[in-house]
Structure formats: structure tokens, C-alpha cells
């Protein structure tokens, strides 16, 4: 099946060079039995309906922890501060505004943002959702492991011959 995979793949590099490439180019990968047998075991378990689907799936969270790995830090104020752009609709900017210069004694309106995200209940909304994200992926490794020990025991029953399918 790979016989012909070094000349192809050099025909493709040609191809992609002068930019004839297809939209949606097909891979090849080679997979081990037990690296196949673990693909198989989410695809077995509902959790991707093919082994493609799963590939794919890998093959984004791969490129993209890469690509945020590679993206550049943000640069740091005089004061240790990172700047961050914020979209306002002209009636919040404006409210802000008018608190900023009657209640807040003049300050800018990026130092009572800063103040709202760091001190505000904005900010005890955040940590409550990241807390509860943090909490749901935990169960989902717990439910992943505890499904793949289901898995192995349901597959040492068969291969005692006490359960068949």
C-alpha cells in the first residue's frame, strides 16, 4: 500500500509548490496493532464514530496547542501591566465613562476596567467557571479510564469463555 508513498509524496511536494494542491489532501498513517487497538477503543466506545473522525480530532488539538505554544507573549508596561483590547458598545463606553469622571475621581476608563476584572463580581464569575471546567475534565479522565478498565475486564470475561457476544 506504501510502495509508491516516497514518489507521491514528492509529486505532491511539486504540486504544492506551485500551489495545484487539492482543497482536502488525504494522509497515510502507519499505526501498530496496539496503537490500533487503542484508536479502535474510542471508536468502540461512542466516543468518535471513526477512526478518521479520531485522527482528525488529534490532528487539530495537536496543531493548535502547537500554534498557541508558538504565538507571541504579550508585551509587558513599565508597571508589569499587559495591555488587552476590549469592544465596548458606545452605551457602556459612555456609562463608564461618566463613572469614571463622577465617581471614580477622574481615573481612566481602562484603569476602572482593569479594577472591574480584577476586584469586580466579573471576576468571581471567571473563577467559577474555571473551577467548573477544571472539574468536568477531571470526571471525563475518570470516566475515560474507568470505561477502558470496563473494556479490559468485559475482554479477559470473553476470552475465558464465562461471557460471549
Excluded at 500500500?1 to 502507519?30: K, Q, T, V, Y
Excluded at 502547537?66 to 457602556?92: K, Q
Aim: aromatic share 4%.
Amino acid at each position: 500500500m506504501f510502495d509508491n508513498a516516497s514518489r507521491r509524496a514528492s509529486r505532491a511536494s511539486s504540486e504544492a509548490a506551485r500551489g495545484e494542491e487539492p482543497e482536502d489532501a488525504r494522509i497515510a498513517l502507519r499505526c501498530n496493532r496496539k496503537e490500533l487497538q487503542l484508536v479502535d477503543s474510542f471508536v468502540v466506545n461512542g466516543e468518535f464514530s471513526t477512526r478518521s473522525e479520531l485522527m482528525r480530532a488529534a490532528l487539530h488539538a495537536f496543531l493548535r496547542s502547537r500554534a498557541m505554544s508558538t504565538a507571541p507573549t504579550p508585551a509587558v508596561d513599565a508597571e508589569g501591566l499587559i495591555e488587552v483590547p476590549v469592544r465596548l458598545r458606545p452605551e457602556e463606553y459612555a456609562a463608564l465613562e461618566t463613572y469614571a469622571h463622577h465617581v471614580a475621581n477622574g481615573r481612566s476608563v481602562r484603569d476602572i476596567l482593569a479594577e472591574i476584572v480584577r476586584r469586580g463580581e466579573m471576576e468571581m464569575k471567571v473563577h467559577e467557571l474555571v473551577q467548573r471546567a477544571r472539574a468536568t475534565v477531571r470526571e471525563a479522565v475518570e470516566t475515560r479510564t474507568q470505561v477502558g478498565a470496563l473494556g479490559e475486564s468485559a475482554k479477559d470475561l470473553e476470552r475465558k469463555g464465562v461471557v460471549g457476544r
